[in-house]
């Protein structure tokens, strides 16, 4: 971790330069497991042809199998770097930016959007996820350790969705916040809400990488719940001009089911 970027003074880059991405070896974990990463990134510009600058989002999705993840310090300073240069046409910008990310994580594949500011078509995201919001049960917060003991079932089966915006837990680099809702899908012995709000809140002292923190209480659930059908997502807060959206689930997934929920708060 020395070498990374995040809390580190670095000027952005002037030209164009594709050897400032950073890659962080991706966590594995003993269980099977699918999902994605989704990244948007609203710092995205360049320059056409005559030298007029374009403004658009970036949005990179990978899977849970590549090698690497990005590192998001890096991944700001490197498109920063690409204000100052010129091209043709959107589909040029995209294509250098798949090259470049691929080589970096080492994945199976990789899916690129540049999505054009003002196009609604291409914006519009639904701002809440379906099911019950537990944040308004009454609850007492005893530590701010991670306890997945305190995820309790009842007898009671079926499927339900569950979401909750109090999530919040440190970068374990910089030490600053980073704040998510977490959505939660899943078949089988239904949850104790009050406990699985309990678990969440639980994160608030924590450090951990989002992508660690998602996987991390869905390996819990899946330990302490034993469900038939899980599906975790950690949507995060921008912070350096990006958000990253975790998921993860017992089973393959079309990123398109998640992509739509493009949160208020983000």
């Known amino acids: 971790m020395k070498d990374i970027l995040l809390g580190k003074k670095v000027a952005v880059p002037r030209t164009y330069d594709p050897s400032i991405l950073y890659a962080l070896p991706r966590t594995r974990s003993e269980a099977v497991l699918h999902g994605f990463?989704?990244?948007?990134?609203?710092?995205?510009?360049?320059?056409?042809?005559?030298?007029?600058?374009?403004?658009?989002?970036?949005?990179?999705?990978?899977?849970?199998?590549?090698r690497n993840i990005v590192e998001s310090k890096s991944l700001k300073l490197y498109l920063g770097s690409l204000s100052n240069a010129s091209f043709s046409t959107r589909e040029e910008v995209g294509s250098v930016i798949r090259r470049d990310l691929e080589k970096l994580l080492c994945t199976p594949w990789i899916d690129i959007s540049i999505l054009k500011i003002g196009d609604k078509a291409d914006i519009s995201r639904e701002s809440n996820f379906p099911g019950i919001c537990i944040d308004d049960l009454d609850i007492g917060i005893r530590s701010c350790t991670v306890d997945p003991s305190l995820l309790c079932t009842q007898k009671d089966a079926g499927r339900e969705?569950?979401?909750?915006?109090?999530?919040?837990?440190?970068?374990?680099?910089?030490?600053?916040?980073?704040?998510?809702?977490?959505?939660?899908?899943?078949?089988?012995?239904?949850?104790?809400?009050?406990?699985?709000?309990?678990?969440?809140?639980?994160?608030?002292?924590?450090?951990?990488?989002?992508?660690?923190c998602c996987e991390r209480i869905f390996l819990d659930f899946l330990s302490r719940c034993a469900p038939e059908e899980l599906l975790v997502g950690c949507f995060y807060t921008r912070r350096g001009g990006i958000d990253i959206n975790p998921v993860r689930c017992l089973y393959e997934i079309d990123p398109e089911k998640m992509r739509k929920y493009h949160l208020v708060r983000q």
């Open 37 to 66: 990463d989704l990244w948007r990134c609203y710092e995205l510009s360049w320059l056409n042809e005559r030298g007029k600058p374009e403004v658009a989002i970036l949005e990179v999705i990978y899977p849970v199998q590549s």
């Open 161 to 212: 969705s569950l979401y909750s915006h109090l999530f919040k837990s440190y970068c374990p680099i910089t030490r600053q916040p980073d704040w998510a809702s977490i959505f939660i899908e899943y078949g089988g012995r239904k949850v104790d809400r009050r406990t699985l709000l309990a678990y969440l809140c639980s994160y608030r002292d924590h450090e951990g990488f989002a992508e660690d």
